[in-house]
């Protein structure tokens, strides 16, 4: 099936930094890569999502960018704030299912330092 | 995500009992899905719906069933509950109807906590 991983695990920032987490999957024909918030005590909301027409989105201060040659893609957030705290999680198409359905990485937690 | 419902939101039970979890949603979504999510491990895919009448095993089906009872709701059953399926359930949607644009959106409920002991 999809494989994707995401790198780090944990990520601690001031506020104020940039803060970049990135995904690589394993198959080529994925075209659709979402970005997931969690908060503690809820489920995951999307922040962004990009297709495979594209090479980098924006939606103030997150964007996403993708490399497709390299199977990787990246979420970025700048002028972190406390409450970008949180965990994140990135997914790409699950193959065994069709792409029908979507396979998460394994998380990372964002902590920014007041 | 207040559209889509998880009851209960926690759960304590014992080894070898019948659990179910139900999940209802008014975004007016066909499509539904179960996930797991343990620590490190993000969510994994239990089972998905496309509609009331199409079921479709995720990649860790095993102990685990489902019910479509009707587009909004979607229900996931432990038939004899064991310790290692402690953890936190996500029931999720998304609008097929848009789907030939390819995937979209999934939009997830609060979750429940479930302990196994």
């Known amino acids: 099936g999809e494989n994707v991983e995401q790198h780090p695990s944990t990520l601690s920032v001031q506020e104020g930094d940039s803060a970049v987490i990135k995904c690589t999957y394993s198959?080529?024909?994925?075209?659709?890569f979402p970005w997931y918030k969690q908060e503690l005590g809820k489920g995951p909301q999307l922040i962004i999502d990009?297709?495979?027409?594209?090479g980098e989105k924006k939606d103030q201060r997150i964007a996403v960018t993708l490399n497709k040659t390299a199977k990787h893609f990246s979420l970025h957030i700048t002028e972190t704030q406390p409450e970008d705290s949180a965990v994140y999680f990135c997914?790409?198409?699950?193959?065994?299912?069709?792409?029908?359905?979507?396979?998460f990485g394994s998380g990372t937690r964002l902590q920014v330092q007041p | 995500d207040a559209d889509v419902t998880q009851t209960p939101r926690n759960r304590i039970t014992k080894t070898g009992k019948r659990i179910m979890l139900e999940c209802s949603q008014t975004?007016?979504?066909?499509?539904m899905y179960w996930y797991r999510q343990d620590p490190g491990l993000g969510l994994r895919l239990i089972y998905y719906?496309?509609?009331?009448?199409?079921?479709n095993k995720g990649e860790i089906s095993d102990g685990y069933s489902v019910s479509r009872q009707a587009q909004a709701k979607f229900s996931l059953s432990l038939e004899s509950a064991i310790p290692n399926q402690t953890a936190l359930y996500f029931c999720?949607?998304?609008?097929?109807?848009?789907?030939?644009?390819?995937?979209?959106?999934?939009?997830f409920g609060d979750g429940t906590r479930l302990s196994i002991l």
């Open positions: 999720a949607t998304s609008d097929g109807q848009r789907a030939s644009g390819g995937n979209q959106p999934q939009h």
């Open positions: 198959d080529s024909a994925s075209n659709y």
């Open positions: 990009i297709r495979s027409n594209v």
């Open positions: 997914a790409a198409p699950q193959k065994d299912t069709g792409r029908r359905a979507l396979t």
């Open positions: 975004k007016g979504h066909d499509r």
């Open positions: 719906s496309f509609d009331v009448k199409d079921i």
